[in-house]
């Protein structure tokens, strides 16, 4: 499935075991991809094949997810500095950083601690709302737990890890009938590989994401999907960035979802290779 030359490894990283892939040796520049929550490293499987002729592309699982260690705790900003951990036990110089939704949120945590490490970063449909809108929801979900009861928002996670890997694709074409093939493998794997501490833990976000996005010196691609196909980036959240970030760039990209580059990776990977022509080498 991966590269003939692909390596596959573990580091200490922070404190804890970091499962990672690489495709490279270290002679083009480094591109770190940040998977989502509950996916693992190789869910990045089609743009790391479309990126490896000109990075070098490191993928790791994140704690809690593929074969990285599962603490029972912390999770959230932690997560950030296990990136940056991760950098310099391969010796990588300030590498690019792409995430998807909870690794968007770690690679700008990470841009916005250590503002001179990287040299870019690339965010698709991270959770970037507003203050107001964090306290809107956080009221509604208690007042859900009130009306009816606790939700065990991990209990098709739990389900899911203890069925066949057949099976798990099978749910996930059903699901999302509009991704391409080779996105159902890897995604199933990972949904067997989830940790329960993962799934019982709380995120520790630290300062807001407002107060992270000021310190961040780096050029920055936010990838913006459609709301009413199940996006997170609200027009509130890009307005506000760009207040924020004289270096912030939109893509918005129609037809996509919150998995941007499985639902519409041509597109997704226009914008991400027009961006890292810029700013990537």
Not at 31 to 46: A, E, K, R, V
Not at 235 to 256: D, M, N, R
Request: hydrophobic share 40%; net charge negative.
């Amino acid at each position: 499935m991966a590269g003939d030359a692909w390596f596959e490894g573990d580091l200490l990283s922070n404190g804890i075991r970091i499962h990672y892939r690489r495709t490279g040796s270290g002679d083009k520049p480094a591109l770190i991809l940040l998977h989502g929550f509950s996916d693992n490293g190789l869910c990045w499987l089609p743009v790391a094949q479309a990126l490896e002729a000109d990075y070098d592309i490191i993928m790791p699982d994140a704690r809690g997810h593929g074969r990285s260690e599962a603490p029972v705790g912390p999770y959230g900003i932690v997560m950030a500095d296990d990136v940056a951990g991760l950098a310099d036990v391969l010796g990588l110089d300030r590498p690019i950083l792409m995430g998807h939704s909870m690794g968007g949120i770690t690679a700008f945590t990470a841009a916005g601690r250590y503002p001179e490490r990287f040299r870019c970063i690339l965010l698709e449909d991270p959770a970037m709302r507003t203050p107001e809108q964090e306290r809107a929801l956080e009221e509604a979900a208690k007042e859900r737990e009130i009306a009816e009861g606790p939700r065990d928002w991990g209990a098709q996670l739990r389900q899911m890890r203890e069925l066949p890997h057949e099976e798990i694709v099978a749910i996930g074409r059903q699901q999302s009938p509009n991704w391409p093939e080779i996105e159902l493998g890897p995604w199933a794997t990972s949904k067997q590989q989830v940790s329960l501490n993962l799934l019982n833990a709380r995120f520790d976000r630290g300062e807001s994401w407002v107060e992270v996005l000021s310190r961040i010196t780096c050029p920055v691609l936010l990838i913006v999907p459609d709301l009413a196909l199940g996006g997170i980036t609200t027009p509130e959240a890009v307005q506000q960035a760009s207040s924020l970030l004289g270096t912030l760039e939109v893509a918005t990209i129609p037809g996509a979802g919150h998995n941007v580059r499985r639902e519409q990776f041509a597109a997704f990977m226009e914008a991400v290779r027009a961006f890292l022509g810029r700013y990537g080498s």
